[in-house]
């Protein structure tokens, strides 16, 4: 059903670190929601990515699970789409080594996640360092067309896109899909709530920064009602003079889909109290539907473990002749498997 639809191939993914964020909503999952019905999808729960930080085995374990019934309960489609763990098919980290043959330290220093989490660079990890190239490889095995993400993952696409045609111009041929990113104009960069310069994370400890896709709705209201604004009284978009309301305006345009010119009329000279009141009962409104499927679907392990792995083993056959025209190119010894 997936595989060859004749539809162009949207392909994305998310870590399970930390909590999904309505940053993570509205820069990536509801996008990709939004675009299953005009693309061929594949959607990543990117565990190999998660491990660059050190996870404690429980909650990754745990979480993981969270991450996929979340998705499910957005609305991906795991029938028409496929939605797998990054862990379970080995083609991610084979393509991954291969790629890091091709790629440059100066430019993954360049990286300004790596330069962001590995404030000592001598004791970072080396997966940390080489996450952009397991993130290019996640896309370059699918012969991905579109990318859809938060603008903080441009940088990486771009080297994926740099990759891909390194590797296709040093074969010249045609081994690896040039993806385009699709970076949505409203929500690219939701901010946290307390520090509005600085992207929502879900690696954030201090909760009161990001509002988790299943927090309940009074922990939603106390959270945007303390957000940070300023000084005065102006509902205005100014993102640089005005940041935490701009974030706060982003996040009622993204739930209520009003432009920025129409959100200005409709608050002028209001203040920032009921404005505020607004875009928390606009979040837990729309946040109640997926949180009651969620809740509906967290504890049934037969049916997401189901999902997994027919996931799992769809992405393994499309992963296949990607690695296989590499192989070829590079000039290994085609594998004489049986089965
Ligand atoms: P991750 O797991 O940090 O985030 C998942 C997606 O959410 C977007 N996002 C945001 N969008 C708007 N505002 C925010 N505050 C915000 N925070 C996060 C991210 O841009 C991302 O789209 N490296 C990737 C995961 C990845 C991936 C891939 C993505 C691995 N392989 C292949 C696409 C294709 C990451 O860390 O995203």
Known sequence: MTANSGKPVLLSGSAPSGILTIGNYIGAVRNWVQMQQDYDCIFILVD???????????????????????YLACGLDPEHHILFAQSHVPGHSQLAWLLNCYTQMGQ?????????KAQNAEKANV???????????????????????????????????????????????????????????????????????????KSDKAETNYIALLDEPKR??????????????????????????????SIHSAFSGKS???????????????????????????????????????????????????????ACVRSQPALQRFHDAIGFIPAQLHG
Do not use: C
């Open 127 to 201: 997966g940390l360092f080489a996450y952009p190239t397991l993130m290019a490889a996640d896309i370059l095995l699918y012969d991905a067309d579109l990318v859809p993400v938060g603008e903080d993952q441009k940088q990486h696409l771009e080297l994926t896109r740099d990759l891909a045609q390194r590797v296709n111009n040093i074969y010249n041929a045609e081994i690896f899909k040039v993806p385009e990113p699709y970076i949505p104009k409203v929500g690219a960069r939701i901010m946290s709530l307390q520090e509005p310069t600085k992207k929502m994370s």
């Open 48 to 70: 190999l990515h998660a491990i660059t930080v050190r996870q404690d085995p429980k909650e990754l374990l745990q979480r993981s699970y969270q991450f996929i019934a979340q």
């Open 220 to 249: 939603i209201k106390r959270k945007i009602m303390r957000a940070v604004t300023d000084s005065g009284e102006e509902i205005k978009w100014d993102p640089e003079g005005k940041p935490g309301v701009a974030n706060l305006m």
């Open 260 to 314: 920025f010119a129409e959100i200005e009329r409709a608050y002028g000279g209001q203040g920032y109290g009921g404005f505020k009141g607004d875009v928390a009962e606009l979040v837990v409104e729309s946040l109640a539907p997926i949180q009651k499927r969620y809740h509906e679907i967290i504890d049934d392990k037969v049916y997401l473990n189901n999902v997994l792995r027919d996931g799992a083993e769809r």
């Open 108 to 116: 993954l220093s360049r990286m300004t996640q790596f330069k962001d």
